[in-house]
């Protein structure tokens, strides 16, 4: 991943992939939980995997494009299809750019059902 100064995806979990990530150059924050309550920092050659499940996210934090090598690892093809995010993220998309924008989203696929808390979790 390249990603400019403050750039970054949402909090989202990979339900049956495991997600590495090696940090090349700059400086980059990694988020987990539920609520991105969790974090610490990578440097230049230092590495953390995040397992399934987990809700993560990563961030540049340095003052220039910094680069984020990615591995994402599961057992199947159908695996790599299993993106969800928690449904804080949601409530941020809701308050930024209004529900209808939220629904388009839920309307092509995007999901806001990972965490602990979720409906998944509490029917098992």
Known sequence: AECPPGDGPL?????????????LNGRFKIQWGDKGENELFLDPLDMIAVPPGVVRRFEN??????????????????AFNDIDHPQIE??????????????????????????VEDSRDAAE
């Open 11 to 23: 909090l989202h979990a990979h339900q049956f992939t495991r997600e590495t990530f090696f940090c």
């Open 61 to 78: 934090v340095s003052d220039e494009t910094a680069r984020l090598l990615v591995w994402i690892n599961g057992d199947s093809e159908e």
């Open 90 to 115: 949601a409530d941020r998309l809701a308050e930024k750019f209004g529900d209808e924008t939220l629904e388009k989203l839920r309307g092509i696929g995007v999901s806001f059902e990972a965490g």
